[in-house]
């Protein structure tokens, strides 16, 4: 992707991919926040603003092995299992707090939708 001429569209773009980074951190503790998505709007906002900021993502020890393995096509399967079962674990834990059962019932349908996202993403061995 080439960098946008425009400098406020440059620092614009960059703003978004840092505050998309930070979200996705924040989601791998949080199961609600997705991750992978974040991380990939971030790497798509950095390689139309920056070329640094993008080889730091794509190079970063944890966060970068999820964009390439996406951008490549495929997602190894030890981090996809690894994924549906901390996807499963916080949501039933999560349930048992919450009162309000349509809040349940929304919470589970996140959890289906995801797993099935995972589960046709295509893989590779670990």
Same mark, same amino acid.
């Given at each position: 992707?080439? #960098?946008?001429?425009?400098?406020?569209?440059?620092? %614009? $773009?960059?703003?978004?991919?840092?505050?998309?980074?930070?979200? %996705?951190?924040?989601?791998?503790?949080?199961?609600?926040?997705?991750?992978?998505?974040?991380?990939? $709007?971030?790497? !798509?906002?950095?390689?139309?603003?920056?070329?640094? $900021?993008?080889?730091?993502?794509?190079?970063?020890?944890?966060?970068? #092995?999820?964009?390439?393995?996406?951008?490549?096509? !495929?997602?190894?399967?030890?981090?996809?299992? %690894?994924? /549906?079962?901390?996807? @499963?674990?916080? /949501?039933?834990?999560?349930?048992?707090?919450? #009162?309000?059962? @349509?809040?349940?019932? $929304?919470?589970?349908? /996140? !959890?289906? %939708?995801?797993?099935?996202?995972?589960?046709?993403? #295509?893989?590779?061995?670990?």
């Amino acid at each position: 992707m080439a #960098p946008a001429r425009d400098r406020a569209l440059r620092a %614009a $773009l960059a703003a978004v991919g840092a505050l998309s980074v930070a979200v %996705a951190v924040v989601g791998v503790f949080v199961p609600v926040l997705p991750t992978v998505p974040l991380l990939l $709007l971030a790497a !798509a906002c950095f390689a139309r603003s920056s070329e640094r $900021l993008h080889r730091w993502l794509l190079g970063h020890p944890r966060l970068g #092995p999820v964009v390439r393995a996406y951008r490549d096509g !495929a997602v190894p399967r030890r981090a996809r299992r %690894a994924a /549906i079962a901390v996807i @499963w674990v916080s /949501i039933g834990l999560s349930s048992l707090v919450v #009162p309000l059962v @349509w809040v349940r019932a $929304l919470m589970f349908g /996140i !959890a289906v %939708a995801v797993t099935v996202y995972l589960v046709r993403l #295509p893989t590779r061995e670990d």
